[in-house]
């Protein structure tokens, strides 16, 4: 099949007429208060709006055309239009600056951006900016972004109140998570309940849920691409915000005007701080938790061709508990840090280039013990990578996207290290070393009938390394000696049929493949969960994915409707053994069974952008499967996150200049779970036997939220406004299940015995205020 997409690419290259002369437009589009770029601004000709540009991932643009006399317009999202006209006769760089506006209470949206959901090659892609998602009631005020996507079709969280995501039937590790192009291994702060996105120093959230592009990869579910901002190159600015467990500030401006800008963003939490002088008059002396959070990134405009940035973050959660009756203590240190250094090229009028160099780093460690005893153990993921992309315009028709990358990653499995008086324990599991390597090649194609492709081929490559001993071939590899490869060729493809104006259909296959495995025996990411690579043993789960879809606006595109089915069949999924016991000194890979899963399901989406009354309804009914030979038998049962049905409704109205109202309201059917199908003692002990896997449900679960902000930024020329957000989570106090846990009561004098499942909810009617400021050092304009 993979043949077929590269003829069809080399075919698409060869489309274009050479009888007139053609010249090139180029540039960047940015923020005009900011300097900050624009990713997916449009350009395009004011007679004819079916031709023109996006801009990249870097607010870079470029279209090719014939010579003559042109009018355009340059549009984004919540900004004024921009409208130029150029006698084309050679090329020509312009960069383009969008001031952000308002008129009448209402975000300023053209018809073209109405139009995009119908007019673009993505299907189950959906951007969240930064100010629609803090208009969202949150969980004790804390703003988030992965929480944010939970509220979209086809998405669910992994338990009430974490930011762990399963998209589509698959599970929290087969999301691949990136902030400024880096892998984030572990998205989740206080167990997950809070994600590691601080909201301040964020640009643009995107998810695809599905037919994802070529240039992503590693993962088999979705993408989320989180953006951070650049930094003011205008002026200098800070912002921030006091809540009740966390408080954050963010200092941003120029280096040199016009020329460089920096970005420093720190957020940490302080509710057990605040607790200390009791909690140490008790014997819990010393027991402390909290985490922080620091985002940085500075920029330079080499020349007019040349960029380069420096980004960097780095997150940590502590969690201190003593015990000073049991002479018990415990310490958990674990977090992420990431870096990534960028270049941005301009080769040639239509040819763009980023080659980037990433680091990432996410470790967990668990220090403890009890007088004589004490235990030591560390686990993580490090990456070292290198890739480079290339955007190419050959003209208006096509946008050719082709890069690689190749990441060294080092994984350390559970290591522990003991010891009990003078008796020392150390595990005898080694790092496990591999090389990843990926090339791809897609072409975005718009016909003239009203049909577009976005089609390509992504080749990746995977070589597991030692030390490594191989039971089946009783060999034992040593470090750097090549163990296995695996090679997966993944074609994607996306059509586009407009069917009039205001209305298209729309289809995708996907063919995707993951390497490394998350290793959990809970439903979500936490930090004890593991992550191992494909070896000789373990295989690289293989994800196909169909996708069909019906879009159209109505009431002259102030609401967007869409219909969207989908199948995933996913291959060598991985689960444990039923029989597993967690030993630390074992080669975690012989614990486990390989099967099959598959999800299918329609989502239903209306949403209006315009207005003072703006949201969405989103509703998705679904069913997600797995089957294991060695589980029961190969019986199929429905996964853990299976949602048959998932009702969100977002709402936000904007009463005046300076208050507006949001809420939200969830409905989802209960996860599952195991029961308990019988108790019997026998040496005096009871013993439970659990029912088929996944056989019993939780209640259903559903939720209202409401938050209501005041926001004195109506005076426009004031250098200094403030917001206060009041909201309340779970506005009538729905008593929704958060875990299970089995109560035994035995009496072994009479041989009774009697067990029940006792559901605990933690999350009531939770209120919390937020009050977040901004300053900068010029007034600003009227917007």
Request: glycine share 8%; charged share 20%.
């Amino acid at each position: 099949m993979y043949r077929i997409f590269l003829l069809l690419f080399f075919f698409s290259l060869l489309y274009t007429s050479h009888a007139q002369k053609k010249y090139t437009i180029n540039g960047y589009i940015t923020e005009k208060s900011t300097g900050e770029s624009l990713v997916g601004a449009n350009l395009y000709l004011k007679k004819n709006p079916t031709v023109g540009a996006i801009s990249n991932n870097y607010g870079f643009y470029s279209i090719t055309l014939s010579e003559g006399y042109y009018e355009f317009v340059f549009s984004y999202t919540g900004y004024n239009n921009v409208e130029f006209s150029l006698e084309l006769n050679a090329d020509t760089t312009i960069h383009v600056k969008l001031n952000q506006g308002i008129l009448m209470d209402e975000i300023v949206i053209t018809s073209d951006e109405l139009k995009k959901n119908v007019e673009s090659n993505e299907m189950g892609t959906i951007d969240l900016d930064v100010e629609s998602i803090k208009r969202l009631p949150a969980l004790l005020g804390e703003i988030d972004a992965l929480k944010a996507l939970q509220l979209l079709p086809g998405v669910s969280s992994a338990t009430e109140g974490t930011a762990g995501l399963y998209v589509r039937g698959g599970g929290p590790d087969q999301n691949l998570v990136l902030l400024d192009e880096a892998v984030v291994y572990n998205t989740g702060h206080l167990l997950g309940f809070f994600s590691v996105f601080n909201s301040d120093a964020i640009r643009n959230t995107k998810l695809i849920k599905g037919s994802m592009p070529a240039e992503y990869g590693s993962r088999i579910s979705s993408v989320i691409d989180v953006q951070m901002k650049e930094g003011n190159d205008e002026n200098y600015s800070i912002e921030g915000g006091i809540g009740l467990i966390s408080s954050r500030i963010t200092a941003q401006g120029p280096v040199q005007k016009n020329k460089s800008s920096f970005i420093v963003s720190a957020r940490r939490t302080y509710a057990l701080d605040l607790a200390q002088p009791f909690i140490n008059q008790t014997s819990y002396a010393g027991t402390n938790y909290y985490f922080y959070d620091l985002n940085t990134k500075i920029n330079f405009r080499i020349s007019e061709k040349d960029r380069l940035y420096l980004s960097g973050y780095f997150g940590r959660d502590v969690f201190k508990f003593n015990s000073g009756d049991r002479a018990f203590s415990v310490e958990l240190p674990y977090g992420n840090a990431t870096s990534t250094l960028r270049w941005n090229r301009i080769i040639k009028e239509n040819l763009f280039a980023n080659v980037s160099f990433i680091y990432n780093d996410y470790n967990f460690q668990l220090k403890g013990g009890q007088e004589e005893f004490q235990v030591r153990l560390n686990s993580g993921v490090k990456d070292f990578s290198f890739k480079t992309d290339f955007d190419f315009y050959p003209n208006p028709t096509h946008h050719v996207k082709y890069g690689l990358r190749h990441t060294y990653h080092q994984l350390t499995p559970n290591i522990v290290n003991a010891t009990n008086g003078e008796v020392d324990f150390v595990s005898n599991l080694k790092k496990k070393y591999a090389h990843e390597a990926e090339i791809y090649v897609s072409d975005d194609w718009k016909f003239n009938s009203g049909l577009s492709l976005n089609y390509g081929i992504r080749l990746s490559a995977f070589v597991f390394m030692g030390p490594y001993f191989s039971s089946s071939r009783n060999i034992n590899f040593s470090k750097g000696q090549v163990v296995k490869t695996y090679f997966v060729p993944e074609p994607r493809i996306v059509f586009n049929k407009k069917l009039d104006a205001n209305s298209s259909l729309k289809g995708g296959f996907t063919i995707a493949s993951q390497y490394l495995h998350l290793v959990s025996n809970s439903g979500s990411t936490l930090p004890t969960d593991i992550w191992v690579p494909s070896t000789e043993v373990v295989k690289p789960q293989i994800g196909l994915q169909y996708a069909l879809g019906y879009f159209k606006n109505i009431f002259n595109d102030h609401i967007e409707t869409s219909v969207e089915v989908y199948f995933k069949d996913l291959r060598n999924q991985i689960d444990y053994r039923e029989s597993y016991v967690e030993m630390f000194s074992a080669e975690v890979e012989n614990e486990f069974v390989y099967g099959k899963g598959r999800a299918y399901g329609i989502e239903f989406f209306l949403r209006k952008k315009k207005g003072r009354l703006n949201g969405w309804i989103g509703y998705t009914l679904s069913k997600t499967e797995r089957w294991y030979d060695g589980i029961e038998n190969g019986r199929v049962y429905p996964a853990v996150f299976d949602r048959p049905h998932d009702l969100v409704i977002v709402g936000s109205y904007q009463i005046n200049k300076n208050w507006q109202l949001s809420s939200n309201f969830i409905y989802a059917t209960g996860r599952a779970y195991t029961p308990i199908q019988s108790l019997f003692i026998i040496n005096g002990r009871p013993n439970v036997e659990y029912g088929p896997r996944n056989s019993s449900r939780l209640d259903d679960y559903h939720r209202l939220d409401l938050s209501i902000t005041y926001d004195n930024r109506a005076n426009h020329k004031k250098q200094f406004y403030s917001s206060w957000v009041f909201s309340i989570y779970n506005i009538y106090n729905r008593k929704n299940p958060f875990f299970l846990y089995t109560d035994l009561n035995s009496n072994i004098l009479t041989g009774n015995a009697k067990a029940r499942a006792v559901k605990v909810s933690i999350f009531t009617l939770i209120p919390s205020i937020v009050w977040n400021f901004y300053w900068d050092n010029t007034k600003r304009e009227l917007r």
